[in-house]
């Protein structure tokens, strides 16, 4: 079993930036391949990011490709994602899973609860 808590999320101006954190329970996570999704209101959870298990091999939507960053820190058993140029677009419940660096939600094993990114125009 494992946990995963998002934090850092909120509300930020279009043209703003954000990081968001994801903290995993486990000794293997250096092992953990993570990634990153989103859901609007009314729409399906859609793939943002996605960094395999030694950070060699990171993948992007192309709706945030250059703006967004997804890093690692083994050390914290953390994962991040710098959000840059913002705007009303990005804003969704932002979850992070572990199990794949695939863009299908199904291929995940475990999610966090989310944490809510708001951006205003």
């Known amino acids: 079993q494992v946990q995963l808590v998002e934090s850092g999320g909120g509300l930020v101006q279009a043209g703003g930036s954000r990081r968001l954190s994801c903290a995993a329970s486990?000794?293997?996570?250096?092992?953990?391949?993570m990634g990153w999704f989103r859901q609007a209101p009314g729409n399906e959870r859609e793939f943002v990011s996605s960094?395999?298990?030694?950070?060699?091999?990171?993948y992007y939507a192309d709706s945030v490709k250059g703006r967004f960053t997804i890093s690692r820190e083994d050390g914290r058993n953390t994962v991040y994602l710098q959000m840059d140029s913002l705007n009303p677009e990005d804003t969704a419940i932002y979850y992070c899973?572990?199990?794949?660096?695939?863009?299908?939600?199904?291929?995940?094993?475990?999610w966090g609860q989310g944490t809510q990114v708001t951006v205003t125009p």
């Open positions: 899973a572990t199990g794949s660096t695939g863009r299908n939600s199904g291929e995940y094993d475990y």
């Open positions: 486990g000794r293997r996570f250096r092992l953990y391949d």
């Open positions: 960094i395999n298990w030694n950070g060699d091999r990171r």
